[in-house]
């Protein structure tokens, strides 16, 4: 079987696969899965159809309660049916799971894992929200790739049919779910191969119809409820096997080859990690690097969590292991342990109980990762020293500083996994709806269906969303790319500015490579653009001896009549710098993929793109370096040196970007925070400043309600004051 190379995100990868092989899409909207929907819906609006010929019907409905109930009712009618949700909307379908699984109804529930809501909202990535999901009688199979999102869509559709048991397939949200990169696609030849005919009209015929009736969903008695709900033992007893047996076929027709839990390592391993999801790609690397030191550690991946297959854990585990670290990205307020923790305790010790092992491993449970919190190799590299130890933490964190319950593991920040070779990094700084991230998206397309590179787009985004800094993380290079985490200090060989304004507020430079590319859009004349930089910016461009190049971005957009839409001009501006294509190439991708992008907003919004774009680079130039300092600027306070205690503790340094570095201690445990802080943001983001016009002034009072920066403010007074 052929498979085309395709560069794109995790969310597009498991939307292909259901679109495919489904008749019944019932979406409704959660970040981070809603770009699931927008797929199956844009590619049924096209007339794009399933493997059965038809157009999948994609209805919207009003809650994710709401579709659970249209899948619900789409499956007991012998359609094939999906969906996406994550986070308080896969809660909200719980009731219909409970269901589904109950009447062994074949179906795949694809979720972009997010944190629940719990003392905040977050939207961003973590296994709380399918690890409430473990009584519902779903199978659950997780993707640690973009790759895995694309092969396991396919595995859990196979693998549901056969067993009749429903799957949530979930990958980390953001991380995997946005992450884009360079796949296998399987063709509709290998999809229509691993799809049974005969379990998909074996699942239309137990469809509830008048031509064969029964009466499916009693109510029952304590007489017979117990006995009806052992009475599914079996089928969750061989679905493993099934499983199992679903990824032999799809090795032999694709050569990537899966198992339930999949070891990595040394044979001999003492000390292993057990985990799941995208963490596995950090993980990876840091054994590699530390085998190639001569230690003797290892990686467990699992890949279906439900029904937990114990025998299968123990036989993947090298049998001289004397050390575990299971890691679960959630947390159990009030558990002595996190699930899949407990699940692993629990079956080592059966089997020492049993006989069937003779040394009980000693293991030990972590919580890393809530929150799309960072997990690096050398976090990693901190939990396999914390094993070294005679008595390892238990439980533990990484990646915080628990100065509470003093849970958090010392780690080396300055721990690096071995280098792959040829691999280029670079770090875009940009504004939220400024277009950076879409340029990003492109060019990071461009580069993996234009070149042999693999590539790595990653996006890191604030909830505030527009007018917040974005920060893109682009890889790309000669072998596959499994770094699951943020480029990281001295690491980028290219970094852009897109946002002048941000010099006075990020220490961007941090991430700057020696010798590397530094790209500012400034307004200043290219003469004055050195003098221009604060101090320490200065500093930072000349002791890494980095290239400096600058381009009045924000002119050539306002010239070119697009407003403060930067994207395509800073996109044209990284290919002249880092020629990976051809400058004349790479200027008609860039196109072409404006065209794909704004096609359909009409001819006028093409040409003022294409003239910004061709405008770029004669705007573009490179400034000269001075061997010394010669800024008067230095950076502002982050607050004003009034502010009160708890903004000067807490607040400033989450605008500085720095709240990774405050410690549980100084957050508010119930989640109430005090008023008034926003209003020690300054922000300053706008190109253009308001002025009252007295004499067109309709005294309407709308302006303090519509000026989204509070410049123009009224009061309201008793007429008899006037």
């Known amino acids: 079987m052929s498979a085309a190379q395709v560069t794109l995100d995790g969310n597009e990868a498991a939307a292909y696969i259901a679109h495919l092989t489904n008749e019944v899409v019932a979406i409704y909207p959660i970040t981070p899965a809603s770009p699931m929907g927008e797929w199956s819906d844009e590619w049924s609006s096209l007339g794009v159809r399933n493997l059965w010929d038809t157009v999948p019907a994609v209805v919207e409905m009003q809650s994710e309660a709401g579709a659970a109930g249209a899948t619900h009712g789409a499956l007991q009618a012998g359609a094939l049916a999906t969906g996406f949700t994550a986070s308080q909307g896969l809660l909200l379908m719980i009731p219909n799971m409970y269901k589904i699984a109950g009447e062994l109804t074949p179906h795949v529930l694809h979720v972009s894992a997010r944190s629940l809501a719990a003392q905040a909202l977050s939207i961003f990535g973590d296994h709380s929200d399918v690890m409430a999901c473990r009584g519902t009688g779903f199978a659950m199979l997780c993707a640690a790739s973009v790759q895995e999102v694309m092969d396991f869509a396919l595995l859990a559709q196979a693998a549901s049919l056969a067993g009749r048991i429903p799957f949530v397939h979930f990958f980390d949200g953001f991380r995997t779910s946005h992450e884009i990169s360079k796949v296998a696609q399987p063709d509709r030849a290998t999809v229509r191969a691993m799809i049974d005919e005969e379990l998909v009209r074996a699942h239309r015929h137990r469809a509830l119809s008048p031509d064969h009736p029964v009466l499916r969903g009693t109510s029952q008695n304590p007489d017979v409820y117990f006995q009806g709900r052992e009475s599914v033992n079996p089928y969750y007893a061989r679905l493993p096997g099934l499983v199992q047996a679903v990824m032999d076929r799809y090795a032999a027709l694709t050569g990537r080859q899966y198992r339930l839990f999949e070891y990595v390592g040394a044979a001999d391993a003492e000390r292993v990690i057990v985990l799941m999801g995208s963490g596995i790609g950090a993980v990876e690397e840091t054994v590699e690097t530390l085998l190639a030191r001569g230690e003797r550690v290892g990686?467990?991946?699992?890949?279906?969590?439900?029904?937990?297959?114990?025998?299968?854990?123990?036989?993947?585990?090298?049998?001289?292991?004397?050390?575990?670290?299971?890691?679960?990205?959630?947390?159990?307020?009030?558990?002595?342990?996190?699930?899949?923790?407990?699940?692993?305790?629990?079956?080592?010790?059966?089997?020492?109980?049993?006989?069937?092992?003779?040394?009980?491993?000693?293991?030990?449970?972590?919580?890393?990762?809530?929150?799309?919190?960072?997990?690096?190799?050398?976090?990693?590299?901190?939990?396999?020293?914390?094993?070294?130890?005679?008595?390892?933490?238990?439980?533990?964190?990484?990646?915080?500083?628990?100065?509470?319950?003093?849970?958090?593991?010392?780690?080396?920040?300055?721990?690096?996994?071995?280098?792959?070779?040829?691999?280029?990094r670079c770090v875009f700084y940009g504004l939220g709806s400024d277009g950076t991230v879409s340029a990003n998206k492109n060019s990071i397309k461009i580069i993996g269906d234009h070149t042999d590179f693999q590539v790595q787009g990653y996006f890191e985004y604030d909830s505030k969303k527009a007018g917040a800094v974005t920060i893109s993380h682009l890889r790309f290079g000669p072998t596959p790319i499994r770094s699951t985490y943020l480029i990281g200090a001295g690491e980028a060989q290219f970094v852009a500015c897109h946002q002048p304004n941000f010099l006075n507020r990020y220490d961007m430079l941090a991430k700057a490579a020696p010798l590397g590319v530094f790209l500012l859009n400034t307004p200043e004349p290219v003469h004055r653009a050195w003098d221009s930089l604060?101090?320490?910016?200065?500093?930072?461009?000349?002791?890494?001896?980095?290239?400096?190049?600058?381009?009045?971005?924000?002119?050539?957009?306002?010239?070119?009549?697009?407003?403060?839409?930067?994207?395509?001009?800073?996109?044209?501006?990284?290919?002249?710098?880092?020629?990976?294509?051809?400058?004349?190439?790479?200027?008609?991708?860039?196109?072409?993929?404006?065209?794909?992008?704004?096609?359909?907003?009409?001819?006028?919004?093409?040409?003022?793109?294409?003239?910004?774009?061709?405008?770029?680079?004669?705007?573009?130039?490179?400034?000269?370096?001075?061997?010394?300092?010669?800024?008067?600027?230095?950076?502002?306070?982050v607050v004003a040196a009034n502010a009160p205690e708890f903004v000067q503790r807490v607040t400033a340094t989450l605008i500085a970007g720095l709240g990774a570095r405050l410690p549980v201690s100084a957050m508010p445990a119930d989640g109430s925070w005090p008023l008034g802080t926003a209003a020690y943001e300054k922000r300053q983001l706008a190109l253009e400043i308001p002025r009252w016009e007295p004499d067109l002034c309709t005294h309407c009072g709308k302006c303090p309600f519509a000026c989204p920066h509070a410049a123009i403010r009224s009061k309201v007074f008793d007429a008899a004051l006037a």
């Open 299 to 424: 990686l467990l991946k699992v890949r279906l969590y439900r029904p937990f297959a114990a025998d299968a854990l123990l036989a993947a585990l090298p049998a001289g292991v004397r050390r575990i670290a299971v890691l679960d990205r959630t947390k159990e307020p009030g558990a002595d342990g996190e699930p899949l923790y407990k699940d692993v305790l629990g079956a080592l010790a059966q089997a020492h109980a049993d006989g069937r092992i003779e040394r009980m491993p000693r293991v030990v449970g972590g919580r890393y990762g809530l929150s799309s919190k960072e997990f690096t190799p050398a976090m990693v590299a901190g939990i396999y020293a914390e094993l070294g130890r005679e008595r390892p933490r238990n439980p533990f964190t990484v990646g915080i500083i628990d100065d509470l319950s003093h849970t958090s593991l010392d780690w080396d920040p300055g721990f690096q996994p071995r280098a792959a070779a040829g691999v280029s």
């Open 534 to 637: 604060p101090r320490p910016v200065q500093d930072t461009i000349i002791a890494k001896q980095l290239s400096f190049y600058v381009i009045d971005a924000y002119g050539i957009a306002q010239a070119a009549g697009m407003g403060r839409r930067i994207n395509t001009i800073m996109q044209a501006c990284f290919f002249a710098i880092t020629k990976i294509l051809d400058p004349t190439e790479a200027i008609g991708e860039i196109k072409a993929m404006v065209q794909k992008t704004y096609g359909r907003k009409g001819r006028r919004l093409l040409e003022r793109n294409y003239a910004a774009i061709d405008a770029a680079l004669a705007g573009l130039y490179r400034v000269t370096v001075p061997i010394a300092a010669s800024s008067t600027i230095e950076l502002p306070p």
